[in-house]
C-alpha cells in the first residue's frame, strides 16, 4: 500500500514523465487500506461483526506513518459487539528499529 502512495509518486516524479506522473496520480487516488474504505470512504463502521473476546490492538508503524490510517481500525473494533477493546500502553509507539534512521 505505502509503495503505491508513497514510492510509486516518488519514482513518478523523479522520471520527469508527465505521463506516468498522471497514470500514478490516478492509481494512488484509488488505492485504499481496507479498514480506511470501509470507515472514510464508505461511511461503514458497523459491518455486523460478532466476537465475544477481549482484543487489544496495535497499530503497526506502516499503518500510523506511512499509511496515516488514523482511527479507522478502531471503529471497526468499537463497533464489533460482544468484543471488549483492551488499551495498550503506548500503542502508538514504533520500536527503535522501526523508525527511521537519521
Partial sequence: MATIRDQYRRIAERSGDRWFRAAVAE?????FE???FLVEELGVV???AYYPHSVSYHPTCHSL???RLGDAPLA???AVRGLTLTPLPDAESCW???EPSP
Fill in 27 to 31: 492509481l494512488v487516488a484509488r488505492t
Fill in 34 to 36: 481496507l479498514a480506511q
Fill in 46 to 48: 458497523d459491518v455486523g
Fill in 65 to 67: 506513518r506511512m499509511l
Fill in 76 to 78: 471497526l473494533l468499537r
Fill in 96 to 98: 527503535a528499529s522501526a
